[in-house]
């Protein structure tokens, strides 16, 4: 009778593990996920060179992250956890200081109690590192195991990164590139570091960038969910030539650098074509540079995506569909005063009316709308435009701003003396007041519209959060008035 057939033992060292746990590796085989020959050559190379199993068996493809984290949790009795698909708590990862998380190698992401913080990691048998935590926090803690990219990754999304700058000379003059990210490849610094900001800046979701020259450093900073965020410091010596590298891109006069100056800049980035506008301001250490990125093809939202609570989208929807009247979108830069008209004028983009747009700049194109760009140089302004614009029988009319006393009587006088108008226009203000009182509030438009800033939801960084109509400025609750708040993207 012949003998059964076993597969080989494993190595007696797989089996021993400190405190009676079942080693990485074997906890690996038993679910599949390496092979005993890639097992056996990664221990070898650990014990010639030293180094974490784990690391080893990643790096070499045996294994992925996910594989090697859940075998850790399963070790050390802990969950596993998939960040992408896991929302963390803001709330919670504003606890720790983000050059402590770094250098612990941890991320708060939830409260799985009032006093207990769930914290991700992907090292669980760092003891040290839990007990700096404990005593950071102040609160009892519970581990969680991630993969050591999805810890990154999150980390990166919730604190943002920075960029790593080091002084460098110029032998080479700034050259142009068609894609922003083909120009990180350059061996010029500036045109390097201006090209790694801007993209970084793009993919983070960024609307400004602001390069603001300090004492001793040019601070760089990113508009994100409303909120300016920290993302590089440029040394001193590099703030000439960044600056330059910005008007050059710009088509502005690098030679003066004692009056405000104003530009666009057409770049791609992915495939994709955007646009820069340039803001020069001469300030007391230099020149200031913002940078508004514009996403011309990016896809746009309606209506229903604005994340508005269902009462409040009733009354706006029925405010734009109303066939006179005018509807203001009121909000500090970046609220989203100008996404909430669009998405307006997608609704009543048809081919039965005739929609216009006049704006400083023209930020989406939207195919069958007619829309104008304001230019200073050709002494084309937003009230000369709208004057021959009004000539014109549009239907529905966006204009892109109201800041001066000749634009907001024309928009208030064409909207309540036109039975078919309906103009929609922005004003920056904290509340709907000012503005209905520069457009001549006694005239009969339509009921003004508040857009005030909220942080959107940013991958597994924030929880959505459905806006009401109250989240307004108290002083906007009067009688004759109703608002909404439109989501910021």
Same mark, same amino acid.
Request: net charge neutral.
């Given at each position: 009778?012949?003998?059964?057939?076993?597969?080989?033992?494993?190595?007696?060292?797989?089996?021993?593990?400190?405190?009676?746990?079942?080693?990485?590796?074997?906890?690996?085989?038993?679910?599949?996920?390496?092979?005993? *020959?890639?097992?056996?050559?990664?221990?070898?190379?650990?014990?010639?060179? /030293?180094?974490?199993?784990?690391? &080893?068996?990643?790096?070499?493809?045996?294994?992925?992250?996910?594989?090697?984290?859940?075998? #850790?949790?399963?070790?050390?009795? #802990? !969950?596993?956890?998939?960040?992408?698909?896991?929302?963390?708590?803001?709330?919670?990862?504003?606890?720790?200081?983000?050059?402590?998380?770094?250098?612990?190698?941890? #991320?708060?992401?939830?409260?799985?109690? !009032?006093?207990?913080?769930?914290?991700?990691?992907?090292?669980?048998?760092?003891?040290?590192?839990?007990?700096? #935590?404990?005593?950071?926090?102040?609160?009892?803690?519970?581990?969680?195991?991630?993969?050591?990219?999805?810890?990154?990754?999150?980390?990166?999304?919730?604190? %943002?990164?920075?960029?790593?700058?080091?002084?460098?000379?110029?032998?080479?003059?700034?050259?142009?590139?068609?894609?922003?990210?083909? /120009?990180?490849?350059?061996?010029?610094?500036?045109?390097?570091?201006?090209?790694?900001?801007?993209?970084?800046?793009?993919?983070?979701?960024?609307?400004?960038?602001?390069? +603001?020259?300090?004492?001793?450093?040019?601070?760089?900073?990113?508009?994100?969910?409303?909120?300016?965020?920290?993302?590089? *410091?440029?040394?001193?010596?590099?703030?000439?030539?960044?600056?330059?590298?910005?008007?050059?891109?710009?088509?502005?006069?690098?030679?003066?650098?004692?009056?405000?100056?104003? %530009?666009?800049?057409?770049?791609?980035? /992915?495939?994709?074509?955007? !646009?820069?506008?340039?803001?020069?301001?001469?300030?007391?250490? %230099?020149?200031?540079?913002?940078?508004?990125?514009?996403?011309?093809?990016?896809?746009?939202?309606?209506?229903?995506?604005?994340?508005?609570?269902?009462?409040? *989208?009733?009354?706006? @929807?029925?405010?734009?569909?109303?066939?006179?009247?005018?509807?203001?979108?009121?909000?500090?830069?970046?609220? /989203?005063?100008?996404? @909430?008209?669009?998405?307006?004028?997608?609704?009543?983009?048809?081919?039965?009316?005739?929609?216009?747009? &006049?704006?400083?700049?023209? *930020?989406?194109?939207?195919?069958?709308?007619?829309?104008?760009?304001?230019?200073?140089?050709? %002494?084309?302004?937003?009230?000369?435009?709208?004057?021959?614009?009004?000539?014109?029988?549009?239907?529905?009319?966006?204009?892109?701003?109201?800041?001066?006393?000749?634009?907001?009587?024309?928009?208030?006088?064409?909207?309540?003396?036109?039975?078919?108008?309906?103009?929609?226009?922005?004003?920056?203000?904290?509340?709907?007041?000012?503005?209905?009182?520069?457009?001549?509030?006694?005239?009969? @438009?339509?009921?003004?519209?508040?857009?005030?800033?909220?942080?959107?939801?940013?991958?597994?960084?924030?929880?959505?959060?459905?806006?009401?109509?109250? +989240?307004?400025?108290?002083?906007?609750?009067?009688?004759? &008035?109703?608002?909404? =708040?439109? =989501?910021?993207?």
């Amino acid at each position: 009778m012949e003998a059964a057939s076993f597969p080989p033992p494993l190595p007696a060292e797989l089996y021993a593990a400190p405190q009676g746990r079942p080693q990485l590796g074997s906890l690996l085989l038993r679910d599949g996920a390496i092979t005993l *020959e890639q097992l056996e050559a990664s221990l070898a190379e650990k014990e010639a060179n /030293g180094g974490r199993l784990g690391e &080893i068996l990643v790096r070499h493809g045996f294994a992925s992250g996910s594989q090697v984290a859940q075998a #850790l949790a399963d070790q050390h009795g #802990l !969950d596993y956890l998939d960040l992408g698909r896991f929302e963390v708590d803001p709330a919670a990862t504003g606890l720790l200081p983000e050059n402590i998380a770094r250098r612990l190698g941890a #991320l708060p992401i939830s409260f799985a109690d !009032d006093d207990v913080v769930l914290i991700a990691v992907s090292d669980p048998t760092d003891v040290i590192a839990s007990d700096d #935590l404990r005593l950071a926090l102040g609160l009892q803690i519970r581990l969680a195991v991630v993969s050591v990219d999805d810890l990154t990754r999150t980390r990166e999304r919730c604190y %943002g990164t920075n960029l790593s700058v080091e002084m460098e000379a110029f032998p080479e003059p700034p050259v142009a590139v068609e894609d922003i990210r083909d /120009g990180m490849a350059t061996n010029a610094p500036a045109i390097k570091l201006a090209n790694q900001i801007i993209s970084k800046a793009i993919e983070d979701g960024a609307s400004d960038i602001h390069f +603001e020259p300090q004492t001793h450093a040019m601070v760089v900073r990113a508009r994100i969910d409303g909120v300016l965020r920290r993302v590089a *410091e440029v040394p001193k010596g590099l703030q000439p030539a960044i600056t330059s590298r910005l008007k050059i891109m710009g088509e502005l006069d690098i030679a003066d650098r004692r009056i405000p100056q104003d %530009g666009r800049i057409s770049i791609r980035y /992915g495939g994709a074509p955007m !646009d820069l506008r340039v803001a020069v301001l001469p300030t007391t250490y %230099g020149e200031q540079v913002v940078l508004r990125i514009l996403h011309r093809a990016s896809g746009r939202l309606g209506l229903s995506d604005l994340g508005m609570s269902p009462e409040a *989208e009733a009354t706006f @929807t029925r405010a734009v569909k109303q066939p006179y009247g005018a509807v203001l979108a009121v909000g500090p830069t970046g609220s /989203g005063k100008t996404t @909430t008209l669009y998405a307006a004028l997608e609704y009543l983009n048809d081919e039965s009316r005739a929609l216009a747009t &006049i704006e400083d700049p023209v *930020e989406y194109q939207i195919p069958g709308v007619n829309q104008v760009e304001v230019s200073a140089r050709a %002494g084309l302004t937003f009230a000369r435009g709208l004057r021959t614009m009004l000539r014109s029988d549009p239907d529905v009319l966006l204009v892109g701003e109201v800041r001066d006393e000749e634009t907001a009587p024309a928009c208030a006088t064409w909207a309540s003396s036109r039975p078919c108008s309906r103009p929609r226009s922005t004003a920056s203000s904290r509340s709907a007041l000012p503005a209905v009182s520069a457009s001549t509030a006694a005239s009969p @438009t339509r009921p003004p519209r508040a857009s005030w800033p909220r942080r959107a939801p940013r991958g597994s960084c924030s929880s959505p959060r459905r806006s009401t109509g109250r +989240e307004v400025a108290p002083s906007m609750h009067r009688p004759g &008035i109703r608002a909404v =708040s439109p =989501s910021t993207r």
